[in-house]
């Protein structure tokens, strides 16, 4: 059976610290490993990973995948309270297809 | 632009019931899905579409019936709601480079 795991479900931090969220997957098929954000409502889309050991980064945000152990990260550093939020990671199986983990819920406090 | 909006935003059903949420994009994108997102259980695919006229199932489609009629539309519609698809429902669009966008959502209680 296909399946995503986060690590951890929750992270509570202070501004300015610096966190690690964990996505580990085990799934037939694999094709990319994605990267959301949930505030209040719609995920929005963050980072999208294909190839190992390549960095993707935005600002604060990076992420990198190592397709031999199954696993990515994402690192947010200087985190500030506007980073709050639900972190989603999905894995394309197939053409059309994403199966998500259950996300970390990252909460930053002044 | 709207990009993806849901209708409705909330809905209480009574066991039984049926309805039909209504997904709406204005950005031509060719693939359409129905998400649940349920505590502890993250995002599960409910249907999927690829294209106007076609539909195919997802990880937990029991329950549900879609229809893609127009490529702006995703329909999905529970016959007779149960208790367990209390939930709240994502529609999302994607036009093929997986970057999906997600619309605000739809909170619906089965009573």
């Known amino acids: 059976e296909d399946k995503v795991v986060q690590s951890p479900l929750s992270l509570v931090v202070h501004e300015g610290d610096t966190v690690t969220l964990n996505c580990s997957y085990e799934?037939?098929?694999?094709?990319?490993l994605l990267w959301y954000k949930q505030e209040k409502k719609a995920p929005t889309f963050l980072f999208m990973l294909t190839s190992s050991g390549i960095e993707k980064k935005s600002g604060r945000l990076s992420s990198i995948l190592d397709k031999k152990e199954l696993f990515s990260i994402l690192n947010i550093t200087a985190t500030q309270t506007g980073d709050s939020a639900v972190y989603l990671c999905?894995?394309?199986?197939?053409?059309?297809?994403?199966?998500f983990g259950t996300g970390t819920r990252l909460q930053v406090f002044p | 632009n709207a990009g993806v909006t849901q209708t409705p935003k909330f809905r209480v059903l009574k066991t039984g019931q049926s309805m039909t949420l209504l997904c709406a994009q204005d950005?031509?994108?060719?693939?359409m899905y129905w998400y649940r997102q349920d505590p502890g259980m993250g995002l599960r695919l409910i249907h999927y579409s690829v294209g106007e006229g076609t539909t195919a199932k997802g990880e937990v489609p029991d329950g549900y019936n879609v229809s893609r009629l127009k490529k702006q539309n995703f329909l999905l519609g529970l016959e007779s709601a149960a208790p367990s698809q209390t939930s709240v429902y994502f529609c999302?669009?994607?036009?093929?480079?997986?970057?999906?966008?997600f619309g605000p959502g739809t909170r619906l209680t089965v009573l």
């Open positions: 999302a669009t994607e036009r093929g480079d997986n970057e999906q966008f």
């Open positions: 950005m031509n994108h060719e693939y």
């Open positions: 999905a894995v394309e199986i197939n053409t059309d297809k994403l199966i």
């Open positions: 799934v037939t098929n694999f094709r990319s």
